[in-house]
């Protein structure tokens, strides 16, 4: 058996207890206000019956489990390249469910060509930045990790980062990149001992601490001027309106009505409408 099942509580038997601490809310300072345990979900790039990706994925989710996590992870088998199916499809709905329900990710690729793998892709790009008001991957922690057949290589968690980036995630600075990768896991997919292992160790931690101290916090840390235009144009042409800044057909600010205004200094010319 290759893969373990839910909750991920197959055991450790790589970790040194001595050294193991369980990240918690007392420890962080946090104020008690979410009861629920984090919940993470993990994506991984393969399909292949014996994945590399897919051990390091299970590897992240027993730790994550340990340290007190709701573990998640989704399988991309089935899954429609973007485009090529409507999002109302099982497998894309499930996915898009699952990252609203989550506080942080894992996303774990095989190095291919250099980059991330197309199972990867495929999976993010199936995510949209938002779907009416809600946002499937605003504000969660990510945490990114690799596997690669050759030498030590970053250019999928590197990859990994800027799409964390573009779905505006909170990345994590640390990272796993597991090389040789076929040395690294036994004949039952379990990681062996070793300082890639402790790294995994050092990721999920890392990931559990930062969890912890964003999610309650999410939507303020993301919470965005220009959004908030956005979602409330009919009130700020009521406060434009009141303040005497639009035209008379209604369509918006007049640049005139600043360039008469001087700056605080009294410089006539001076002010935003002089630039």
């Given at each position: 058996?290759?893969?373990?099942?839910?909750?991920?509580?197959?055991?450790?038997p790589?970790?040194?207890?001595?050294?193991?601490?369980?990240p918690?809310?007392?420890?962080?300072?946090?104020d008690?206000?979410?009861?629920?345990?984090?919940?993470?979900?993990?994506?991984?790039?393969?399909?292949?019956?014996?994945?590399?990706?897919?051990?390091?994925?299970?590897?992240a989710?027993?730790?994550?489990?340990?340290?007190?996590?709701?573990?998640?992870?989704?399988d991309?088998?089935?899954?429609?390249?973007?485009?090529?199916?409507?999002?109302?499809?099982p497998?894309?709905q499930?996915?898009?469910q699952?990252?609203?329900?989550?506080?942080?990710?894992?996303?774990?690729?095989?190095?291919?060509?250099?980059?991330?793998?197309?199972?990867?892709?495929?999976?993010?790009?199936?995510?949209?930045?938002?779907?009416?008001?809600?946002?499937?991957?605003?504000?969660?922690?990510?945490?990114?990790?690799?596997?690669?057949?050759?030498?030590?290589?970053?250019?999928?968690?590197?990859?990994?980062?800027?799409?964390?980036?573009?779905?505006r995630?909170?990345t994590?600075?640390?990272?796993?990149?597991v090389p040789?990768?076929?040395?690294?896991?036994?004949?039952?997919?379990?990681?062996?001992?070793?300082?890639?292992?402790?790294?995994?160790?050092?990721?999920?931690?890392?990931?559990?601490?930062?969890?912890?101290?964003?999610?309650?916090r999410?939507?303020?840390?993301?919470?965005?001027?220009?959004e908030?235009?956005e979602?409330?144009?009919?009130?700020?042409?009521?406060?434009?309106?009141?303040?005497?800044?639009?035209?008379?057909?209604?369509?918006?600010?007049?640049?005139?009505t600043?360039?008469a205004?001087?700056?605080?200094?009294?410089?006539?010319?001076?002010?935003?409408?002089?630039?």
């Open positions: 058996m290759d893969k373990p099942l839910p909750p991920y509580t197959d055991g450790l790589n970790l040194s207890p001595a050294h193991f601490v369980v918690t809310s007392r420890d962080l300072g946090l008690a206000g979410f009861t629920h345990p984090p919940r993470f979900l993990i994506l991984y790039g393969s399909l292949r019956p014996r994945s590399f990706s897919r051990f390091l994925a299970h590897e989710a027993r730790l994550l489990t340990t340290m007190g996590g709701e573990v998640r992870i989704f991309a088998d089935g899954l429609p390249l973007p485009d090529d199916a409507p999002a109302e499809h497998k894309v499930a996915l898009r699952l990252s609203i329900w989550s506080e942080g990710q894992v996303w774990v690729s095989p190095e291919r060509h250099g980059t991330l793998t197309g199972v990867m892709k495929a999976q993010i790009d199936w995510l949209p930045l938002s779907e009416g008001s809600v946002r499937p991957t605003q504000g969660r922690t990510l945490a990114v990790m690799q596997v690669s057949g050759g030498s030590q290589s970053f250019n999928a968690v590197n990859a990994l980062r800027v799409l964390g980036r573009w779905m995630m909170i994590i600075p640390n990272q796993s990149s040789m990768a076929y040395q690294e896991f036994d004949a039952d997919g379990r990681m062996r001992p070793g300082p890639l292992y402790d790294r995994v160790v050092d990721v999920c931690e890392e990931l559990m601490r930062f969890t912890l101290l964003t999610r309650e999410a939507d303020r840390l993301v919470d965005r001027y220009s908030r235009k979602r409330e144009p009919e009130r700020l042409k009521a406060v434009a309106a009141e303040i005497g800044f639009t035209r008379s057909d209604g369509s918006g600010v007049q640049a005139s600043f360039a205004v001087p700056d605080s200094a009294g410089a006539p010319g001076s002010g935003p409408g002089s630039a």
